[in-house]
């Protein structure tokens, strides 16, 4: 799917993938202030149009955390996670379709 903008004479036209990332930062941005605000290293986003069967994505909380400019946070979860599980966030997929 693909979204258009147009405005005096201009268009411009933008991925599912990047609306879905914008959606997941404006969550992040919204809740981040929250008393009981949190997060595990995966976030699902899901598309839903009428008459369609929804689509879901997974979303790497590492890298949303870095776009939302919540770098401290990001490089936090990053160190946790490489030291319980061996896995380094920053090496992992940035999203993946269910």
Do not use: W
């Not at 919204?30 to 290293?41: A, E, I, P, Q």
């Not at 946070?73 to 896995?87: C, D, N, P, S």
């Amino acid at each position: 799917m693909k979204i258009k903008v147009k405005s005096c004479g201009n268009t411009e036209t933008f991925t599912e993938e990047e609306v879905l990332r914008e959606a997941v930062v404006k969550y992040l941005l919204k809740h981040r202030s929250d008393n009981n605000f949190s997060l595990g290293v995966i976030m699902e986003c899901t598309v839903e149009i009428p008459k369609r069967k929804p689509k879901s994505y997974l979303f790497n909380t590492y890298y949303m955390l870095k776009l939302a400019k919540m770098n401290k946070y990001a490089e936090k979860m990053r160190y946790v996670f490489l030291k319980q599980y061996g896995v380094d966030l920053r090496e992992e997929a940035t999203m993946a379709p269910i």
